[in-house]
């Protein structure tokens, strides 16, 4: 397999814990308190090294915060550039609802890197570049902080002649689009916010991704939605790939787990089909774990060959 890299600005220590019920004003004696790694981009990484791949997450770090994400990272044995920031790194909470089977998830605000973090950042990423095949870029941008920074480590990617993948929103995503990247996967109210279209049907989101590769020069557009799949896009075809039925026990980084299988497949050197295909596979091979684990190898690899079946059995395909 190649060589992946990604990339975390506002990575977070990830809190999960169990509760009878919640209930407001009193003391709630908390317990199954497990401490994850998250972000985007390390999940990805994470999810990558899980399938087998070479995956190696560059990611700020801050604080007591930021020493526990190394220790949790170094545990996990994952490959880790921890960037050292003046902010603290954040934390975020989950608590899962016993009564109700519900999850509440409580998500905070990172520290906004200052002009010296972010260049230091940058100076990390071109250290790695010639040594990948696939460089991702994913997760939020704190508040107050310059979203160009994606912008910036686009440009430098493509400069080494890296394959770019971004899965971010708002204001990210379209700097990061400006610079333009291999590939973006925005999910369905992403490519709401970027085309300012209804997209009612799957003809409307056709056309939105397509405008998007065309506008923007770039290989491909995979609109991740949900429960119905993926749409890949590029400017002259587009394919949905619909996931197997798996029963759901937790979609938290199914989205992670997708881009993952993705990215091992493109740095590996498979087509745009086949990539996208063991993506989806992996998203739901994610929903299929507890809690916040992502995908399981085995899993991924038994999806993936069941969507390869049913597209072979299907009326008029190749046999």
């Given at each position: ?5 990604t ?7 990830d809190?999960h814990?169990?509760v009878?019920?919640?209930?407001h004003?009193?003391k ?10 998250g972000?985007g981009g ?7 090294a899980e399938?087998?791949?070479?995956a190696r ?6 604080g ?5 994400l ?5 545990d996990?044995?994952?490959d ?5 920031i ?7 909470l989950?608590?899962?609802?016993e ?16 002009e010296?973090?972010?260049?230091r950042?940058?100076e ?5 570049l ?8 994913s ?9 160009e920074?994606?912008a910036?480590l686009?440009r430098t990617?493509r400069?080494h ?5 971004v899965?971010?929103?708002g204001p ?5 689009l400006g610079?333009?990247p291999s ?5 369905l109210?992403?490519?709401r916010?970027l ?8 003809r409307?989101i ?6 998007v ?13 949900g ?12 394919e949905?790939?619909?996931p197997p039925?798996?029963?759901?026990r ?5 989205g ?15 087509d ?6 063991y ?6 091979a ?8 992502l995908?399981?190898?085995?899993d991924?690899?038994?999806?993936a ?7 072979t059995?299907?009326?008029?395909a190749?046999?």
């Amino acid at each position: 397999m190649g060589t992946i890299g990604t990339f975390t600005l506002n990575p977070a220590v990830d809190k999960h814990c169990a509760v009878g019920r919640v209930v407001h004003d009193r003391k709630l004696r908390t317990h199954d308190v497990r401490y994850d790694p998250g972000g985007g981009g390390l999940n990805v990484a994470r999810a990558a090294a899980e399938i087998g791949a070479t995956a190696r997450a560059l990611f700020t770090a801050g604080g007591a915060m930021g020493d526990l994400l190394r220790e949790l990272l170094a545990d996990e044995g994952v490959d880790r550039h921890a960037i050292q920031i003046e902010g603290l790194t954040r934390e975020n909470l989950t608590v899962f609802e016993e009564d109700t089977d519900q999850q509440f998830r409580f998500t905070m605000p990172g520290p906004a890197p200052g002009e010296e973090d972010l260049d230091r950042c940058h100076e990390a990423v071109i250290e790695v570049l010639d040594d990948l095949d696939v460089f991702v870029i994913s997760g939020s941008v704190p508040e107050h902080c310059d979203p160009e920074i994606y912008a910036r480590l686009v440009r430098t990617a493509r400069d080494h002649g890296v394959r770019t993948v971004v899965d971010t929103s708002g204001p990210a995503l379209e700097a990061a689009l400006g610079a333009q990247p291999s590939l973006i996967k925005p999910n369905l109210r992403e490519l709401r916010s970027l085309t300012d279209g209804d997209l009612q049907d799957d003809r409307d989101i056709v056309d939105a991704a397509r405008s998007v590769v065309r506008d923007h020069g770039l290989e491909a557009v995979v609109v991740s939605i949900g429960s119905g799949g993926a749409f890949l896009v590029t400017a002259d075809d587009a394919e949905r790939f619909q996931p197997p039925t798996v029963p759901i026990r937790s979609r938290i980084g199914a989205g992670d787990s997708m881009v993952a299988g993705l990215v091992v497949r493109l740095a590996d050197g498979a087509d745009l089909r086949d990539a996208v295909r063991y993506g989806v596979a992996a998203g739901a091979a994610a929903v299929i774990t507890p809690g916040s684990e992502l995908c399981r190898r085995d899993d991924v690899e038994r999806l993936a060959a069941g969507m390869r079946e049913q597209e072979t059995a299907r009326p008029g395909a190749d046999s």
